[in-house]
């Protein structure tokens, strides 16, 4: 091995020791009890094919010795690179038996901090005006107008529609926009080509027969959501996010095959570009027409009816798209085995 | 406030405890799950049928079955994986 034992390393002492032809050590080195627990822990390592710090430097370790070189040409492990804290450092540096103490310091200002988050929030709460309190100041002009022109001014009969879709249709252009980079960001990051391959059919008979009852009812009730949002309860996120579960249902109960035919990945990122780009140039028009009285309103129709309510009914269904193969998208990315 | 509302209420505390203090991560989510649907039953008597709605697909659903996920990654989830081995 080495000529100069000084000069080595200490995981390369180490791993001499472990290997059982360490020649400075003077007991009989295969009656070790402590080489021996050692190389049952690395036989556990190995059959539970569990890699943790030392059994990768472990291999590492065997591949060079493999290979006819058994020094690494590295500084970082050296004796000498373990410095001691220098300057005002010194009291960060690990001593024995410190641990604990810090332990339970964690622990006493943890609870101190909960304690006092938990004082603030309660007051807060309780000195916070009460439910349906005249005098509170959220009650304002607002939400008067939106409560007493909504109807007149968007055309939809469900206010909370008219809200976050005509006056606040902004906002809800910025969620979507969130969903869409959220979606890109996880398929770049977990998505690997040709994965598709390889995907079982279901073999849960109950759950596939369940699935294949239920299904039609979860996918109606998330499209009468979606399309009823200006008229009932309900709209574009929620009837987006009912469709979401649908598709995943439909995933587990008819194989990710069968769904990959329908709806491939493509698809559904065409899908949410297309919707994204639709709800913008949607929202642009209101900037031409909206403030300016030029007069190319879109025609608000008899409120109550299923056509009314201008871009309303238009932008939940986009709305519900993003949502639904957001949803999903998630889904297929994360439900991989190997992933 | 009805005798209802008080009982939802209760239950929800309760879930809510025990979702954090449950040692077992399975029947954590679950207790969540159970603690988003009885939200949604309060949303709806708070007169917020749209928060209900979404609370349901979401809190119930959605969230849920990213968690079981999860714990499929994370290879907490026993007894399904097991045909593998």
Avoid at chain 1, 17 to 37: K, N
């Amino acid at each position: 091995m080495s000529s100069d034992p000084k000069k080595e390393s200490r995981f390369e002492r180490f791993m001499r020791w472990a290997e059982g032809e360490d020649p400075a050590q003077d007991r009989e080195v295969a009656e070790d009890p402590e080489r021996a627990e050692f190389m049952e822990y690395l036989e556990y390592l190995d059959s539970h094919e569990h890699m943790d710090f030392g059994a990768y430097r472990l291999m590492r370790y065997r591949e060079r010795a493999a290979k006819g070189m058994p020094r690494q040409e590295t500084h970082s492990h050296e004796p000498t690179a373990v410095q001691p804290a220098r300057g005002g450092f010194s009291w960060l540096r690990h001593r024995p038996g410190q641990f604990r103490r810090q332990v339970r310091l964690y622990r006493i200002l943890s609870l101190a901090v909960a304690a006092v988050l938990m004082v603030t929030l309660t007051a807060v709460t309780l000195s916070m005006p009460g439910f349906g309190n005249p005098a509170a100041p959220a009650l304002n002009e607002v939400s008067g107008r939106y409560l007493e022109k909504g109807l007149e001014e968007t055309g939809a009969v469900n206010a909370v529609a008219g809200m976050i879709l005509d006056y606040r249709a902004f906002d809800t252009f910025g969620e979507s926009t969130v969903l869409f980079a959220a979606a890109m960001s996880v398929i770049l990051l977990m998505r690997r080509p040709g994965q598709a391959e390889g995907e079982e059919e279901p073999t849960d008979r109950i759950l596939s027969q369940v699935g294949r009852l239920i299904l039609p009812a979860i996918l109606m009730y998330g499209v009468y959501v979606v399309l009823n949002g200006h008229l009932s309860p309900g709209g574009g996120f929620s009837g987006g996010t009912v469709l979401g579960c649908g598709l995943i249902l439909a995933s587990l109960a008819l194989g990710r095959r069968a769904m990959e035919r329908l709806l491939p990945p493509e698809r559904l990122t065409h899908l949410t570009v297309g919707c994204l780009l639709a709800y913008g140039l949607m929202k642009g028009y209101s900037f031409v027409t909206g403030a300016n009285h030029v007069g190319w309103e879109i025609p608000k129709g008899t409120p109550g009816a299923i056509f009314s309510a201008g871009f309303i009914l238009p932008l939940n269904i986009c709305v519900g798209v993003i949502v639904a193969c957001t949803m999903y998208t998630f889904y297929t990315l994360f439900a991989d085995k190997e992933g | 406030m009805t005798v209802l509302e008080i009982v939802l209420l209760l239950f929800l505390v309760f879930c809510a405890l025990a979702a954090v203090l449950t040692r077992h991560l399975v029947a954590s989510v679950i207790i969540f799950m159970s603690y988003s649907s009885v939200m949604a039953i309060l949303w709806l008597l708070l007169e917020s049928p749209d928060l209900a709605i979404t609370e349901a697909a979401v809190g119930a659903g959605v969230t849920s079955l990213l968690f079981f996920l999860a714990l499929r990654k994370v290879k907490a989830l026993k007894g399904v994986d097991e045909d593998e081995q």
